[in-house]
């Protein structure tokens, strides 16, 4: 089989594209849950949202594709703002099911909305010339994009690595994931904490959602369809941790692209066969400290 | 006085006796279609298209008879809902005919509530070669993929000799697959692989990677319209198949008209198979598509879900006008088996009267640009009048 | 969140309960066009019930209950159509024992879990469910679904009709059935056992209650609750499709108890009758608005009206009573 080690290669460069844009768009869930202890399934509307920021201002307003990304992060974080205050905030003394069910609401109202705004149909990506393209490596050729997607996740996830590591915002969090009570009783603001984070993991979730629409196409149906696999990266991962998604999310990508390779017809049915063992082995998460 | 007042009362009974003929006489059609979920892009083109021929045609039914198309949501492939649905439409609106059906399943779970109630159904989509044996009710005016992809597969294993074949992991696919690798085996092709895809699927690369990675001479594809046939052809491009010398054909279902301008430059050169095109340059065709375009939008173009609706409801009022609004069920039947339109914006139709499926054109159709738009060019006439093959080969089974 | 239950409550009928059921025998009567209608309600709320029992009562929350209804559906439709049997209360039988099967081994995997990882658990074997079905296509029909299915007269007598008048009885008699004995349950010191382990676990650990035990107890009555409801399903609408399965039939399934009151028996009953009829006449009209407004209000039971309907109830009831 000479043609088995340029195939592991393709597997795990495309696998690890999207591990990494399934991280951007997860990891805000993960603090999120490990740090408010919300359980916000809505998620990828988040996600979606910044998929159709991104395809309209492009379409719609011309603008470059430099400009739109992080407009997708702005909107996208400014909206959730707007929802945590409103909405979510009410909901964080309030038990399990109220949440699951609330979020759920969120997501059937988002889907609804895109349709009547957008259509059903999926938007198309209309991606800057120099980004379009192959680029050979390793005597294999490879699509540009899937490198810059690769290389631009890499480089949001260490700027958010550094900044919850080495920043007195990050020290804060950290302390709030681990013993919420404490943290209050040391002076920390948790209500303006929860917002900013929340802004974050929104924001982070749109940016990942804008940036992957070329390989998680964006149409109404996004939050429905993606929402298992965002809850297996972070549950896989670990609630609260950044490490444990990582890896998880990776694991992920890797080997759902290993399997439509080398296994199609099986193709997602191992991924959550694979979350129930894993989930049973581990109920905290691969990399968690706690449920 | 006397005299005044008994002409008033002969007039006024001449008056009401003249009308009595011309009491409405309404004929209820069941239109099912999907509105919400997914599905509602291909939904909505039978809308559009049962729509504007109803808006054109309206007035065109004899004098005192009208139709009153009822038209239900069934939310996507949902075959219990299509069934519940039909039922009441049986039941509690009496509708005497039945039509629109985008989706395969829905369509064969009420055939029993057709032959049950002997409501005529006539399809404007599903597409399942075996439809129109599940009732003695039930005809099509769209098409069966066998139409498109058996010659497709003959005419491909004249220039290739070595093809794989990328199907999604769905009954029409199945289909496709299948009608593919028999028109190109029976042509002395030899094919190299198959993979189904699964449906819920968000990245072909790795299956356009296998495909490069076995070097045929043609990639057969078939997915469902929209994102799905768009990301598969990115991939395609994106890995330089192309370049690698691997033709991309399919049937039109992949580069359906309506979606093709969102499909980008990835389609250019794909190859299909079909009975309709919007760039079809035929008289029938460009009056529909203008009247298309000046009522839902200048952008838009009809796909064939469109055109299957128009066609159907031209039966339909052939029906309704043959029987002068009373609908007999086997009456009914009878005139669809024997209908012919040779002015549809697709070329002739017919319904076979010994299957009660369509009988029409299919044309080979590449993807260009046309005056800065994308169009499926139709540059021959694969076959002429062609009956479904599926049913030529499984006769009497 | 109210509950309905007490231990100390008469387990007797009060006569109010009578209510629904002389409803739903006028219905037969005063509205035989909506009898499809009506079994499907019926199936819905025993459907409901099931989950009640397990989310309402002994607060688990799971996304992934539409596994034991598919189940239930899909034995049912491959012990018709491949199998040859179609005796209808062989086929609710056979498809209570399977789900309370498949309860029992899945809920002795999930029921030592709790919080994300439990709910992800729950998903998760639901999609797989779906996944198996989906491939299965040679028993399952995937995609397209499984048809051909036939079910003999029940008793003998009493064909399945185009109208729906058998399926409408047969639902309701076996949603009686069904409401009878989630009554007994639920008015036994089994009920308080879970009443209590809903409010307060650990306290319920701490005065000797086999927690694990009384969850999966009521996991697996909850189970075979749902495979019946999906064995209904099947007979009624003779097709089984993929849709009985994954996660949209259980979030639709929660849309609907909380609209009714979770927690509450009755709750059960209102929220399908309810919910469904709304879909029967709105979705129609508006399928895009209709979809939001769910959304809407389901955000808005859970930020103002907890109790959903009955919730609402309960209050308008009590100040009726405070003005007097």
């Known amino acids: 089989m000479e043609a088995f080690l340029p195939s592991v290669v393709s597997i795990a460069f495309h696998g690890v594209a999207y591990g990494m844009i399934l991280y951007v768009i997860s990891v805000g869930l993960s603090v999120t849950m490990g740090l408010m202890g919300f359980v916000n399934l809505a998620h990828g509307a988040f996600a979606m949202a910044g998929g159709y920021v991104l395809t309209s201002a492009i379409s719609r307003l011309g603008l470059a594709f430099p400009l739109a990304l992080p407009l997708a992060f702005i909107v996208v974080a400014a909206v959730s703002v707007l929802l945590e205050r409103w909405l979510y905030s009410r909901l964080y003394e309030a038990g399990e099911l109220e949440q699951v069910l609330f979020t759920i609401g969120l997501i059937f109202m988002a889907v609804a909305t895109a349709q009547v705004v957008f259509g059903m149909l999926q938007q198309p990506v209309l991606l800057p010339e120099y980004l379009k393209g192959r680029v050979s490596l390793l005597g294999r050729e490879f699509p540009l994009y899937r490198l810059f997607l690769i290389v631009a996740s890499g480089a949001i996830i260490a700027a958010l690595w550094f900044g919850v590591e080495r920043t007195l915002w990050g020290a804060m969090v950290r302390a709030a994931v681990d013993n919420r009570t404490m943290a209050q009783s040391i002076g920390i603001n948790t209500r303006r904490l929860f917002t900013v984070t929340f802004a974050l993991g929104s924001g982070l979730a749109g940016l990942g959602g804008a940036l992957g629409a070329e390989i998680i196409a964006i149409q109404p149906t996004y939050p429905f369809e993606h929402l298992a696999y965002f809850l297996i990266v972070v549950a896989v991962g670990g609630l609260g941790s950044l490490r444990g998604p990582f890896a998880a999310a990776l694991l992920i990508g890797v080997s759902d692209t290993a399997c439509k390779y080398w296994v199609p017809e099986f193709g997602a049915f191992f991924i959550y066969v694979a979350t129930i063992l894993i989930l049973l082995w581990r109920p905290a998460g691969l990399f968690g400290t706690r449920v | 006085m006397r005299s005044r007042s008994f002409v008033t ?39 559009k298209g049962a729509k504007l021929y109803l808006k054109l045609n309206g007035g065109k039914l004899p004098r005192g ?34 039509t629109g059906f985008v989706w395969t399943p829905n369509a064969a779970a009420i055939a029993p509530l057709t032959a049950e109630a002997k409501v005529p159904y006539i399809s404007m989509n599903a597409a399942g070669v075996n439809i129109v044996n599940l009732s003695p009710y039930m005809a099509r005016v769209s098409f069966t993929l066998w139409q498109s992809t058996y010659p497709l597969g003959q005419w491909a294993a004249k220039k290739f000799k070595r093809a794989y074949v990328a199907v999604s992991d769905f009954a029409p696919g199945h289909e496709a697959q299948e009608a593919f690798t028999k028109g190109f085996t029976d042509g002395g092709g030899e094919i190299i692989d198959a993979v189904r895809i699964p449906l819920a699927n968000p990245d072909f690369v790795p299956y356009m990677q296998r495909v490069k990675d076995s070097k045929p001479d043609v990639l057969f594809a078939f997915n469902p319209a929209g994102k799905q046939a768009t990301a598969m052809m990115k991939a395609y491009s994106d890995l330089g198949l192309e370049k690698a010398g691997i033709k991309y054909i399919g049937p039109g ?16 050169g794909v190859i299909t198979a079909h009975h309709y095109s919007a760039f079809a340059d035929r008289p029938a065709n460009k009056t529909f598509v203008a009247a298309y375009k000046k009522a839902y939008g200048e952008k838009l173009n009809p796909g064939f879900m469109a055109v299957g609706a128009w066609d159907a409801m031209d039966l339909v009022f052939h029906v309704i006008r043959e029987q002068k609004g009373k609908i007999d069920p086997n009456r009914t039947m009878e005139l669809i088996k024997g209908y012919k339109n040779p002015n549809s914006p697709r070329g002739p139709i017919a319904i076979d009267p010994d299957t009660r499926d369509i009988i029409q054109n299919e044309y080979l159709r590449e993807v260009r640009k046309v005056g800065g738009q994308l169009a499926n060019v139709e540059i021959e006439t694969l076959a002429t009048q062609i009956k479904d093959p599926w049913k030529e080969f499984n006769k009497g089974k | 969140m109210t509950s309905f239950i007490g231990y100390g409550a008469d387990p007797g009928i009060r006569l109010i309960e009578w209510l629904p059921w002389l409803a739903a025998i006028a219905a037969f009567f005063l509205l035989p ?20 029992l397990i989310l309402g009562y002994a607060g688990i929350i799971t996304l992934g209950h539409s596994a034991f209804f598919g189940i239930g559906a899909y034995v049912a439709g491959i012990l018709s159509a491949k199998l040859g049997v179609i005796d209808p209360v062989l086929l609710l039988v056979a498809a209570a024992v399977m789900a309370g099967a498949f309860g029992v081994a899945s809920g002795a995997v999930i029921l030592r879990t709790h919080g994300l990882t439990q709910l992800m658990l729950t998903l998760a074997i639901a999609v797989v469910c779906l996944e198996i079905a989906h491939k299965a296509t040679p028993i399952t029909g995937g995609a397209d679904g499984l048809s051909g299915v036939t079910i003999a007269p029940v008793f003998g007598a009493f064909r399945f009709d185009l109208f729906g008048k058998t399926a409408y009885v047969w639902c309701l008699t076996v949603l009686f059935a069904s409401w009878w004995l989630t009554r007994r349950i639920i008015y036994s010191p089994f009920g308080a056992a879970l009443a209590g382990i809903r409010e307060n676990r650990v306290r319920m650990h701490a005065i000797g209650v086999p927690v694990y035990r009384r969850l999966l107890t009521a996991y697996t009555i909850s189970a075979m609750m749902a495979g019946t409801a999906g064995a209904l399903l099947a007979e009624t609408n003779q097709f089984v499709g993929l849709n009985v399965l994954g996660f949209e039939p259980s979030g639709e399934l929660m849309v609907m108890l909380i609209l009714g009151g979770v927690g509450r028996l009755y709750g059960a009953f209102v929220g399908p009758l309810v919910y469904l009829i709304a879909q029967d006449f709105l979705a129609k009209q508006f399928p895009e608005y209709w979809y939001f ?15 959903g309907i009955l919730g609402l109830v309960d209050k308008l009831v009590a100040r009726w009573r405070k003005q007097n």
């Open chain 2, 253 to 268: 279902d992949i580069t359906t008209d309506e979606e093709l301008q969102g499909m980008g430059d990835a389609a250019l």
């Open chain 3, 33 to 52: 066009d909506y009898l499809s209608l009506g079994a499907r309600v019926l199936t819905y709320i025993l459907f409901a019930l099931s989950l009640d």
């Open chain 2, 65 to 98: 008879v009208k139709i009153d198309l009822i038209a239900r949501d069934d939310t996507g492939p949902n075959p219990d809902v299509a069934k519940r649905i039909v039922q009441e439409l049986i039941v509690r609106d009496k509708v005497q005919l039945l």
């Open chain 3, 293 to 307: 407004g769910i959304g809407l209000m389901l955000v808005v039971v859970v930020l103002f009206a907890r109790g």
């Open chain 2, 9 to 47: 009362t002969l007039i006024l009974a001449v008056v009401l006796l003249g009308a009595a003929p011309l009491a409405a006489q309404t004929v209820k059609v069941g239109f099912l279609t999907t509105y919400s979920g997914p599905g509602a892009a291909q939904g909505d083109q039978l809308d």
